[in-house]
């Protein structure tokens, strides 16, 4: 099976566009790449872009794309067969976007499009020196009617791996050595949870922590660590209603042992993917329980 990669990025539609771009830019500190009327790009590190804005949705933001990398030996032309095999109508387009020359779409089970390419050309930006700064986009939350359904869409088209579960309602998934890249909570609505950007260490929290609170942004949850995963994690919201997360010290998988990498913090010991119950130390081993806030 040709499996994705990578998540490459992700496209909000946002009703407000400057005023999220200066937030990505000035808060988050990613660089704002590219900028057309009713879009915008912005980069951390050396692809083009790491985060789609186009101008749209209702009151609150809504995250609609979401672009995975292939492998520089995997064939799109055999992806695309793949993938049709099991039913999925796919799109294929030249040049859709700066810095990609060949994209297959197609749509996940609730509606969000997957861009699945390979990545040609790197930009090689430097890593700006205003704002929080992340290594890089780390994962995309959402809360889905059919956690069972889509769970399993992005196991068998998309090639990911299950991490992690919380009984039979919030599943984690991996498409590389990252502990989750997607994670799919069980909720009445299809919407965006929250998206996570990667941080140094404990350190950076403090950064991703102080910077935003100085700036009007006030944390929704955290810093704790989360047990599954064992992240170090903080939670604001942007200006266009949308959940970010900062977080640090993810589990790392080794594929060939069938086990995360050891850590302190872990309480089993080799700590496997498993099925966690309901039990607050899942959420955060230090205790503090997220807020209603972290559900609107
Ligand atoms: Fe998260």
Not at 247 to 264: K, S, T, V, Y
Request: hydrophobic letters at 35%; aromatic letters at 10%; glycine letters at 8%.
């Amino acid at each position: 099976m040709i499996r994705v990669k990578k998540i490459a990025h992700a496209t909000y539609e946002t009703p407000d566009l400057d005023k999220q771009i200066e937030y990505y830019t000035d808060i988050l500190g990613l660089n704002l790449i590219g900028k057309e009327k009713d879009s915008a790009y912005l980069a951390s590190t050396i692809d083009h872009h790491s985060v789609v804005l186009r101008k749209g949705g209702g009151e609150r933001g809504a995250c609609t794309r979401l672009g995975f990398q292939l492998g520089p030996d995997d064939d799109l032309d055999a992806f695309v067969k793949q993938t049709e095999a099991k039913g999925i109508k796919t799109s294929r387009k030249k040049d859709p976007e700066p810095s990609v020359a060949d994209m297959v779409t197609f749509e996940d089970p609730k509606g969000t499009v997957m861009e699945v390419f390979k990545r040609g050309e790197f930009m090689h930006q430097k890593f700006p020196q205003k704002g929080i700064v992340p290594h890089k986009l780390g994962h995309v939350a959402f809360f889905v009617k059919d956690v069972k359904k889509v769970t399993d869409f992005y196991c068998d088209v998309l090639g990911f791996r299950v991490s992690d579960w919380m009984g039979d309602f919030f599943s984690f998934l991996r498409c590389g050595v990252d502990h989750h890249t997607i994670n799919l909570m069980r909720d009445p609505e299809d919407r965006h949870f929250h998206t996570a950007f990667e941080l140094r260490d404990w350190g950076h929290m403090l950064t991703a922590c102080d910077h935003p609170s100085l700036n009007g942004y006030k944390l929704l949850w955290g810093p704790g660590r989360h047990g599954i995963g064992h992240n170090l994690f903080a939670y604001h919201r942007a200006p266009n209603g949308l959940i970010t997360e900062l977080l640090a010290q993810l589990d790392q998988m080794n594929e060939a042992l069938g086990h995360f990498e050891p850590r302190p913090w872990h309480r089993d010991r080799p700590q496997k993917p498993k099925v966690w119950q309901k039990d607050p130390s899942a959420s955060n081993y230090w205790g503090i329980m997220p807020t209603e806030e972290m559900h609107k």
